[in-house]
């Protein structure tokens, strides 16, 4: 048999995860990937549907799929993740080149669905988007994108019903996998080469809770911090509302865990921070802020940030800005608030003008380039450890890492071969906004 996949990916790293799980049960299959549509026996379009932007392109895409499919009608065409979990049914019957509609908790059944798909004569479009079950441990083989970092998702779904946020529609409540899982799964992939993990979940300070456990999500670093070949870990994302001393601790005190804090406040404006159940205040954030300086002094800041919440005064955006000038975080990303119905938000009056987000996101941007330039060039001179990515994609005469901080260094390629995940000294000589380049201590 030489049958072929493709898969398409949007959205977060979970959604980049979940195409690694679905990757490898195609290959357990017998499928091998290619990268041309037009080839591929099955292909796979993992979807995300935070913002009507990503929704748009990828309606784009599977309208394109139409005549692809009309062409050679045996190709399997799955649509799979939030928007697969959003819309189901209405979904088939607008897009009927779809042939399975796979939602965010069957990541793992999906070998056993395509099988059971492919045997029927009388083949039906089929859909999967049961949210209440707790997603099966993965059993097969991982066809990672990486030679060195690996995703590893430890929690699935979200409780915090955040008002501008379809998430918790589409990944359903939180239910956390065991410990002894997330570890085994980590030792498996130190024995493959991997070096960087990256636990994953929309809510990762939650981890356990809904297995009756306090604090697990700090245990649950140390315990792989200590993981024998383990060089680095982070985590994604976290809510400063649940950010406890203990993590922070956790943080501070593990060998392997990046000193980075990925704390998202999504608006410096306490109305508004009410307004989108964020469950804290301006001046809570900033006590997290000062708490995390004073156990880890060095430590990266970063955020999202959405602008034009609605509702969201010339006075609450101002307000924004002095908190980015208070905590100057090393990277934000930014969005433009996008109305997703469903969501408490959508049904706000007072919604922003197009105009005003967008005059409100440059003036945001503009800002915080100066403080990430000026974080950069504070690095000027000193000497970090960053782990080794490759050549450069760009220029072919450079390395590129990633600090423990995850900024991106290049250097000269010289006599010595790096491989994916070393981690190598490296001087800081040269910073700019998105970059920072030196030279090997080596
Ligand atoms: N509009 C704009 N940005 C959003 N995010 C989530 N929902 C929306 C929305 N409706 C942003 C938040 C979140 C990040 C992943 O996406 O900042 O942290
Ligand atoms: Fe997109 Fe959110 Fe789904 Fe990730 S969880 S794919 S960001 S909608």
């Known amino acids: 048999m030489n049958k072929t996949y493709t898969i398409l990916n949007y959205g977060c790293q979970m959604n980049e995860s979940d195409s690694e799980h ?22 796979l379009i993992n979807t995300c549907c935070v913002r009507e932007s990503a929704e748009k392109k990828i309606l784009g895409k599977i309208g394109e799929m ?5 062409k050679d009608p045996h190709k399997v065409l799955c649509v799979t993740g939030c928007m697969a979990q959003k819309d189901g049914e209405d979904f088939l019957k607008t897009y009927p080149q779809v042939d399975l509609l796979i939602g965010t908790a069957h990541v793992n059944n999906f070998k056993a669905i395509l099988q059971e798909y492919l045997a029927e004569k ?19 083989h991982f066809v990672r994108k990486s030679e060195y970092a690996a995703w590893v998702p430890i929690m699935y779904g979200c409780n915090n019903f955040c008002t501008y946020c379809i998430v918790p529609y589409v990944r359903g409540r939180e239910r956390s996998r065991s410990a002894e899982a997330i570890c085994e799964e980590i030792r498996k992939a130190v024995a493959l080469g991997y070096r960087e993990f990256t636990l994953l979940g929309q809510n990762v300070n939650s981890y356990g809770k809904d297995r009756g456990e306090a604090n697990a999500f700090a245990q649950l670093l140390r315990q792989v911090d200590r993981i024998p070949g383990v060089e680095r870990v982070r985590y994604m994302t976290s809510h400063p509302r649940d950010m406890s001393e203990e993590l922070i601790k956790a943080v501070a005190e593990s060998r392997h865990v990046c000193k980075h804090f990925h704390i998202p406040v999504q608006s410096g404006s306490t109305r508004i921070m009410q307004a ?5 205040t301006r001046e809570s954030y900033l006590e997290l802020v000062r708490r995390i300086r004073s156990y880890v002094p060095n430590a990266v800041l970063t955020t999202d940030i959405i ?3 609605p509702g969201e005064t010339e006075e609450d955006f101002a307000q924004t800005m002095s908190l980015f000038d208070e905590v100057r975080y090393d990277a934000a990303y930014t969005f433009i608030y996008s109305k997703r119905s469903g969501t408490p938000a959508a049904a706000m009056e007072d919604q ?40 450069s994609h760009n220029n072919k005469q450079m390395w590129s890492g990633r600090t423990d901080g995850n900024k991106l260094v290049l250097w000269p390629v010289g006599d010595r071969i790096f491989n994916p995940g070393d981690v190598v000294p490296v001087t800081i000589e040269k910073a700019q906004t998105w ?3 030196g030279r090997a201590e080596l």
């Open 66 to 70: 139409k005549a692809v499919k009309a």
């Open 352 to 391: 922003v003008p197009e105009a005003v987000k967008k005059d409100r996101m440059n003036r945001l941007m503009e800002l915080q380039n100066k403080h990430r330039l000026k974080h950069n060039q504070e690095l000027v001179g000193k000497t970090l450890p960053i782990m080794v990515e490759g050549l």
């Open 435 to 437: 970059l920072l380049k």
């Open 122 to 140: 009388n083949r039906k479009a089929g859909i999967y988007n049961d949210l209440t079950i707790m997603p099966q441990e993965f059993e097969g």
């Open 22 to 43: 679905y990757a490898g049960q195609l290959s357990d299959l017998g499928y091998h990937y290619t990268e041309d549509f037009h080839e591929a026996d099955v292909i």
């Open 307 to 309: 602008v034009g919440f």
């Open 276 to 280: 989108m159940n964020r469950g804290y």
